[in-house]
């Protein structure tokens, strides 16, 4: 299994940015994106179904990040607007082989394969 993350990269405050994830030989029934800042804990920021058709956001980017997925290329992409610099982490897309329920869909320990990370730099 193989997941890898594209498309970092560094912006200026208010900017935007879109992320995608190649997955591949599987069908993961969660997938999602989450981040590392230097010096703090890994955060969840965002989830989606398999089919699409339910998608999850952390509060911290809620109505400025948008999780989508392309069931025909096996891509999962975050499109990410009016960026801030304490948006600036390692991004990493993960996978979960089953389908996990939205009030444990934030927790690390519910997914099952991390990809190698993305770098997104958001400048003041």
């Known amino acids: 299994v193989q997941l890898q993350a594209f498309w970092g990269g560094l912006v200026q405050a208010g900017g935007s940015l879109r992320l995608s994830c190649a997955a591949s030989?599987?069908?993961?029934?969660?997938m999602g994106w989450c981040r590392q800042a230097p010096g703090k804990e890994r955060e969840w920021v965002s989830a989606?179904?398999?089919?699409?058709?339910?998608?999850h956001y952390a509060d911290s980017v809620k109505g400025r990040f948008t999780i989508s997925k392309d069931n025909v290329k096996d891509t999962m992409y975050l499109q990410m607007h009016s960026l801030k610099p304490e948006d600036t982490a390692v991004y990493y897309c993960?996978?979960?082989?089953?389908?996990?329920?939205?009030?444990?869909?934030?927790?690390?320990?519910?997914?099952?394969?991390w990809g190698q990370g993305t770098q997104v730099t958001v400048s003041s």
């Open positions: 993960e996978a979960g082989e089953r389908r996990i329920i939205v009030s444990a869909i934030d927790r690390a320990d519910r997914y099952n394969y």
């Open positions: 030989e599987r069908t993961f029934l969660t």
């Open positions: 989606i179904r398999s089919s699409g058709s339910s998608t």
